[in-house]
């Protein structure tokens, strides 16, 4: 008998699951026109059905005039809110909370005198909301090289962007450590991300095959596909229930199913009906095939 395993923290991650519930509850409810600024999401499905729900993606609060506007959960800088504000806008903010502490935390370390550095990507949305809470004054690190270019004051504050890996994070604090004695480090990784992907991997472990659902650009679905494979599953990666194929399932008796951060609980639920239509199917088969060679 094949036996389908879903693993508990497959999918949308909190915070993202709560903007995505923000926006569509405001689509269904609100007569003004909503807009997200900045895409909600990258999962295409996902953008497929807030498209839907006739919710707009802008890149920039001056494209709008009246409305909502819906803070995304990677947060922005404090003066996004104040020009939406200024502009009248109902603002829904949806930044995460655990994005939100980052966001404090560097303000305070600024406020406090603290030199501060961001460990995280430049170019990501959640750094440059956490940059604009130091009044851009931060550094961010992406590499060592980073902050070896610069000038590093008697007291220095670290924060991480939430999707940091430890492993940069503690390069930095390393680096930091012996040359600095008023040192303040907060570990802002959220835990989610490591969590997925502990669970994928003892998952793959267990399992024959494991089944990961997630966009094809999703870097997060991406690592979990690579994660199951290093531990010795076959590994399909999919971004629907039609690319499931019935040939997969023959001979195999344990399939464990996991799904990055922006894929979205109906599309693991569609996946998953479907693998019970074929696993009925293949299981019919195959007793079949049994008695026919008795
Ligand atoms: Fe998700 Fe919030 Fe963590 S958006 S990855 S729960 S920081």
Known sequence: ???????????????????????????????????????????????????????????????????????????????????????????????????????????????????????????HPEVIGILGHTDNQAIVVEELSDCKEVKLKSKVGVVAQTTQSLNKLKKLVDYLLPQISDLKVHNTICTTTGQRQDEAARLAQDMDLMIVIGGYNSANTNRLAEICRENGAITHHIEQADELQVDWFSNIKKIGVTAGASTPNWIIKEVVSRMAEIKQDVEEKETTEESTTL
């Open 1 to 123: 008998v094949m036996e389908i395993k879903v693993g508990e923290r497959a999918g949308f991650c909190f915070g993202v699951d709560r903007a995505m519930d923000f926006a569509l509850k405001e689509g269904k409810e609100s007569k003004n026109s909503v807009h997200t600024l900045g895409p909600l999401i990258h999962n295409p499905q996902a953008v497929d059905k807030l498209k839907k729900a006739d919710i707009k993606v802008i890149d920039q609060i001056d494209k709008v005039d009246d409305g909502t506007i819906i803070i995304r959960s990677h947060g922005v800088r404090p003066s996004i809110i104040e020009e939406a504000e200024d502009k009248d806008l109902d603002i829904i903010n949806a930044t995460c909370p655990f994005v939100q502490r980052v966001q404090e935390k560097a303000k305070q370390l600024y406020k406090d005198g603290y030199q501060v550095l961001i460990s995280g990507d430049k170019d």
